[in-house]
RNA sequence: GUCCGGAUGGUGUAGUGGCCCAUCAUGAAAGCCUGUCGAGCUUUCGACCCGGGUUCGAAUCCCGGUCCGGGCGCCA
């Protein structure tokens, strides 16, 4: 059984007359003495009880007007027309319920009208989620995951999970998180990538996963997190142009998607909600370095990784998404093909926000031999990879695909300032609880 | 990790040595009020991160610590 007929946003003044039941949090009361109204809020809105001390009777109506904030309140009533309600109807109730109630004082204030930083925020997360702007990112964010999911259906993806307990630091370089695993020890995966490439051997042709991957860097950043979501693709007969293509029209269409579908949600969060045009400018990694020359002060070498100071540049001269491509080959993983007649670059490529970089890929090494060959370049030990190199021996078609970043994503696309904010209960340097 | 800034009622804040048994808003408690919509009005409640020091006197200055924010670094 459930308790609530209607949402708070699905009633209107045409429903007049109509008995609804409402289940929700007391956001606030305003009692005047003979009239109080009582504001009920679900994930969908508000809604104005009206209560009347002449229609309750006096023990009724004292007690639906003391309920505390937040209390979790059931009402049974009928709808009324009234031009002098917000919205243009209000509630008339028969019954007022406190299913369970509140403890004062409140950890925050979940009407917004007092201001409340992050960290306050975050410890008190169940309560900052009930403020409707918080709560509208994370619809929002189902609604982005809806729409790239229906995306991959529509483009013959097979969704896949893959273990996120790896036996070793399967990529060198960065940190993972060490865990026990009976005698053994075992880590936490920083990333899909060599599970998805191993799927490509496989002769599953197009996979996708969305699943949380875990770092152990010590960033302490608005965009960086220790346990974040990953949106992964790789398909197989496919080269780095053709997976630039699949990604930009995936974030394109989650633009479009929530734009037409969280309506409610935009309007919330004060947000007119632009789709990016496609396509999406490529630039080269020379290019970029060229770019940022013209720029006083400018020191990057060909062969650095973009500075934060650079892509920052870059991104507000740029002013919407664009493709970095063609990176040197020196600083992009083992797994990214170099380009035949040039070697020094390679077949990577980022997307980029002007706020900062949402997804990295690449064409792949298909090939065995040239596959160990750039491990060992990047001074790894092709026998911790026999698990992945293997998958390369009884043919490999070549593949290409790339990893994007959920929070990311709707952390640009809302233009939220900091990343926490656009995931229920992060994870960063210090962060462990709730 | 590093540089800069910060920590005052439940929440957000004002307060640069005495004018502070600490400001304002929000909140909570009690009361008045029949059209509020950030309701209004009256009364009341509730705080200087921890430890040490300087000083006649410290929320305020100094030292150490803890925690938080921002920048950078790190980011296969």
């Known amino acids: 059984m459930i308790l609530r007929t209607h949402y708070s946003g699905d009633i209107n003044a045409e429903m007049d007359g109509k008995e609804v039941t409402l289940a ?6 305003r009692d005047l003495g003979g009239i109080a109204f009582l504001v009920l809020r679900d994930r969908k809105g508000l809604a104005q009880i009206t209560l009347v001390k002449k229609l309750l009777g006096k023990e009724a109506f004292k007690s639906a007007r003391s309920i505390s904030r937040e209390s979790v309140v059931l009402v049974k009533g009928t709808v009324k027309a009234e031009p002098k309600a917000p919205r ?13 109630p509140a403890q004062v004082p409140l950890p925050l204030d979940p009407t917004e009208k007092v201001e409340c930083e992050l960290d306050t925020r975050l410890d008190a997360r169940f309560m900052d989620i009930r403020r409707p702007s918080v709560l509208a990112a994370f619809e929002i964010e189902s609604a982005v995951l809806e729409s790239l999911r229906g995306f991959f259906r529509e483009n013959a993806v097979t969704e896949v999970f893959t273990p996120k307990i790896v036996a070793a630091a399967t990529e060198g370089g960065t940190d993972l998180f060490p865990i026990s695993y009976f005698e053994k020890e075992a880590f936490l995966n920083q990333s899909p990538q060599l599970y998805k490439q191993m799927l490509m051997g496989a002769g599953m042709d197009r996979v996708f996963e969305i699943g949380p991957i875990f770092r152990a860097e010590e960033h302490d950043t608005r965009r960086h997190l220790n346990e974040a979501v990953s949106i992964d693709l790789e398909v197989s007969f496919a080269d780095d142009k053709a997976v630039m293509e699949i990604l930009e029209q995936a974030v394109a269409g989650a633009y479009r998607h929530v734009a037409e579908n969280c309506r409610y949600q935009l309007e919330v969060l ?20 060229g770019l940022a020359a013209d720029k006083a002060g400018a020191k990057m070498q060909w062969g650095d990784d ?13 002013g919407e998404h664009y493709f970095l491509t063609d990176w040197p080959s020196s600083i992009k993983p083992y797994y990214t093909l170099p380009y035949e007649d040039h070697p020094e670059v390679c077949r990577g490529f980022d997307l980029m926000h002007p706020r900062m970089e949402l997804a990295s890929g690449a064409q792949r090494v ?55 904010d656009a995931v229920i209960f992060p994870r960063d340097r210090k962060r462990l609880v709730p």
């Open 24 to 29: 929700g949090f007391a956001h606030e009361t």
């Open 88 to 100: 243009g109807f209000e509630i008339l109730p028969g019954e007022v319920q406190v299913l369970n």
């Open 270 to 289: 004060g947000l007119d909600l632009k789709v990016p045009s496609l396509p999406f400018r490529r630039i080269t990694y020379s290019e970029a370095l």
């Open 306 to 318: 973009l500075d934060t100071e650079t892509e920052r540049f870059l991104g507000q001269s740029i």
């Open 366 to 420: 298909h090939d065995y031999e040239q596959l160990v060959g750039r491990i060992k370049e990047k001074g790894l030990d092709p026998d911790g990879f026999e698990f992945y190199l293997k998958a390369f021996r009884y043919g490999m078609p070549p593949h290409a695909g790339w990893g994007l970043g959920l929070s990311r994503l709707v952390m640009t696309m809302l233009n939220l300032e900091n990343i926490r």
